[in-house]
């Protein structure tokens, strides 16, 4: 294994951070409904995510973790379509990255990984993703 | 000629460089390895079986099912796709359940969150990066699908 277990968490926080920054955006632009119901649900995976990694660099003694950017690139969001497509594209995003974690880990950090990678592959169902032959993968 | 004629006589009808070849060759072949080293065990080896036998299984039980919907035929696809990219494109299993048609899907639906749990725990406990990656992704294809109207 190349990169460091540290490492290979600190890039899924820093990753949970984005998501859970663009995603906070895509809400405060959807009506209430199913649309937005995805999205929270989202949302909500994310912050856990997020807060999980932290506990977790924390334990192994990492003292700066990476925090959230002061902002990040924010897709065209002018229709309900275009909040859905970049949804997919952050949650495309997401599987890649938990794919690469469960490359890059063994026990428990794996087993995290695994069950990631698979709550976020139905969720890119709910933003009108094809169920795909290896999510996270192609 | 007897089985245990010495070395001498079978070489006295040699010229003498036939002599020193055949003297070097057997000599080569005292020192050369009797065999071809067996390659290093792949400690994943009985993992990947073990992870195509069952999605062989799973095909074989959709195949009786193949003419009931898009869907059957969707998780047939990828079956066989996963089975192609482990390397055992032609694996086989037992066959599939009888009964009604809806009562098949139900079964189908078990059998493949059953096949989707196996897979990440096989993804778990593999030795290597890689193929725990792909366990994983095979899994969650097939968490996709149930999850996606299939159960």
């Given amino acids: 294994m190349s990169t460091s277990l540290p490492s290979q968490l600190q890039t899924a926080l820093a990753s949970e951070h984005a998501a859970v920054y663009l995603l906070a955006a895509f809400i405060s632009r959807t009506s209430p409904g199913r649309l937005a119901d995805a999205l929270s649900e989202s949302y909500d995976f994310h912050r856990a995510a997020r807060d999980l990694l932290a506990e977790r660099l924390a334990a192994l003694g990492d003292t700066a973790p990476p925090g959230a950017a002061p902002a990040y690139d924010m897709p065209a969001l002018s229709t309900s379509t275009a909040v859905s497509r970049a949804a997919l594209a952050l949650e495309q995003r997401a599987a890649a990255g938990y794919a690469d974690l469960v490359a890059g880990t063994t026990g428990a950090d794996r087993t995290q990984a695994i069950a990631w990678l698979s709550a976020t592959a139905v969720r890119q169902l709910h933003f009108g993703a094809a169920p795909a032959d290896l999510p996270g993968i192609s | ?151």
């Fill in chain 2, 1 to 151: 000629m007897a089985a245990t004629t010495p070395l001498a006589i079978v070489l006295s009808a040699c010229s003498g460089s036939e002599v020193h070849d055949r003297l070097d060759s057997g000599v080569d072949r005292l020192r050369a390895p009797r065999s071809t080293p067996p390659a290093p065990a792949n400690p994943d080896q009985k993992l990947v079986d073990q992870a195509a036998s069952a999605i062989a299984s799973m095909r074989a039980m959709l195949l009786p099912h193949r003419s009931e919907g898009t869907v059957v035929t969707d998780l047939i696809n990828l079956h066989t796709a996963h089975l192609r990219v482990l390397g055992k494109p032609h694996a086989t299993g037992a066959g599939g359940p009888g009964g009604s048609a809806g009562a098949a899907k139900a079964q189908i639906a078990a059998r493949e969150q059953s096949l989707a749990t196996l897979l990440a725990t096989k993804a778990g406990v593999a030795q290597d990066g890689d193929l725990a990656r792909l366990l994983a992704s095979m899994s969650a294809a097939v968490t996709q699908r149930v999850a996606g109207g299939l159960a």
